[in-house]
């Protein structure tokens, strides 16, 4: 039987964040599908996966703290939900985050973030270079002090994708293999896509969630599309045998010499190292000096590091947006929502979204925290209003 080409909801890519919110549609009583060559793929499929609300706190972005604080809060039942659902381990590890600095100016620009967390009513502690030591034995002796984060934890994002393809196809959405070559707009209101194939595939609403290629979409009007970009992360992944487990029991950041270096330690032995943060288009090269300069800086954090095993090096593209929050909800074309523009944040704010996005999709409205994240702040309108 041929899958049926009329939907009430079609979204347009099968990343975590199309993904979670066909999940959430199709919860909610929608014939739902997805339009993608290869579902589940993007960039989760690179990304380590810390849920990092408060260690990836910057100035000016408090109205994305309240989103991503939003979400971190919903992860743990989420996660147990998806897990009950799929049978799926998802790799979530409540394990908490310690940022370090290795010299005085990373120790400043920790301290200046230890005071915006604490402006910003987060919980972080303090520590001396020996108390960081006595929480991570392998740490460097150079480690100058850093911020303990409990709240901050990690989930595997590779796992998380695979369970949410497991939890789509659970309740029905359909999978359409295929490329989306150009969205179709009948009346003024977005009506489906055609593919590459040259099929149409119709539906009552259209949800573009192509991370960095939601901005490229053919036949989206220019106001309407979205302004995100392709913002380039090398990631490592190395294997920690388990004669030198535990290697490190908590996820452990810090910002040397300006490039954000992190260590991710999942329990089943695999340590994710990332990431550098390239603006160079569509490129994905992994190159030498984006892995030297990471194992380069992981080595100053943790020297132990050149002893394992190096399994892997990939590169992914994170879809950046002008003020790097998300774009979610309803546009000014009728039919046609955004989940898109997630940045640094996709897996941390993947709960949120869903949940903002089939809220969306019933009402016409998004919820209360969604709604400073409209795409209709980045429209024609709204950009008219800004000073010169
Ligand atoms: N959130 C981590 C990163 O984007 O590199």
Known sequence: MSSPRTSDVLVIGGGIIGLVTAWRAAQRGFATAVVDPAPGGGAAQVAAGMLAAVTELHHGEQTLLGL???SARRYPEFAAELTELTGHDLGYRRCGTLAVAL???DRAHLRELHALQQQSGLESEWLSGRECRRLEPLLAPGVRGGLRVDGD?????????GALVA?????????HRVRAERLSVVGERAAGVVTRDGSALDAGQVVLAGGSLSGRLAGVPQDVLPPVRPVKGQVLRLTVPPRYAPFLSRTVRAVVRGSQVYLVPRENGELVVGAT??????DTTVTAGGVYGLLRDAHELVPGITELPLTETRAGLRPGSPDNAPLLGPTELAGLLLATGHYRNGVLLTPVTGDAM????ATGELPDEARPFTPRRFGATALSEQPA
């Open 68 to 70: 991503n604080l939003a």
């Open 167 to 175: 939890a789509c196809e659970r309740v029905g959405v359909t999978f």
């Open 358 to 361: 089939a809220h969306a999709l």
């Open 103 to 105: 010299d005085s100016d």
């Open 277 to 282: 943060s390239e603006e160079l288009g569509w």
């Open 153 to 161: 934890h990690q989930i595997d994002p590779r796992r998380l994708t």
